[in-house]
């Protein structure tokens, strides 16, 4: 295949291949998916059992999930209470992992506009002095083989 058709295939669009993992935007969408699939989950399993009306019940779930509480609803039944102790364990799981992935996101947004302003960077020769650790006028290379053999 050649270079200019690898760029257009799905697997390159989903995993980075330099990094060796998913990209951080799929990352970010797919934990929003979770949290937004948790919240209808729980708003339609509740609906059927309870006579509440469909905003109370997405109300009810987006202020338990974002840890605020809701207050003015006490689940009484057993089922109702299993059901709401794995569904909030669940859903809080993945809201901390979408805050995570957004932290994620914009952490790696930071290291590649300090890398593009390094690389693309003069070198003067205040650069030079600073690398001179030793203030002994000369600047010293050095290489490590091993490194290149790491994988």
Do not use: P
């Amino acid at each position: 295949m050649e270079k200019t058709q690898e760029w257009f295939l799905a697997r390159n669009c989903i995993i980075d291949m330099v990094k060796g993992r998913i990209r951080i935007r799929l990352k970010v969408d797919l934990a929003f998916g979770v949290v937004v699939l948790c919240i209808g989950i729980g708003t339609l399993m509740l609906y059927f059992v309870d006579n509440l009306d469909q905003i109370n019940f997405v109300y009810l779930f987006v202020m338990s999930v974002t840890i605020v509480g809701y207050g003015d609803k006490v689940f009484k039944t057993l089922l109702e209470r299993l059901f709401i102790g794995i569904w909030l364990l669940i859903s809080k799981l993945a809201v901390d992992r979408e805050f995570l992935y957004l932290v994620e996101a914009r952490v790696d947004k930071r290291h590649m506009s300090i890398a593009k302003w390094v690389l693309h960077r003069d070198i003067t020769i205040e650069d030079l002095l600073a690398a001179d650790i030793n203030n002994n006028g000369f600047i010293r290379f050095y290489f490590n083989l091993s490194n290149l053999f790491l994988v």
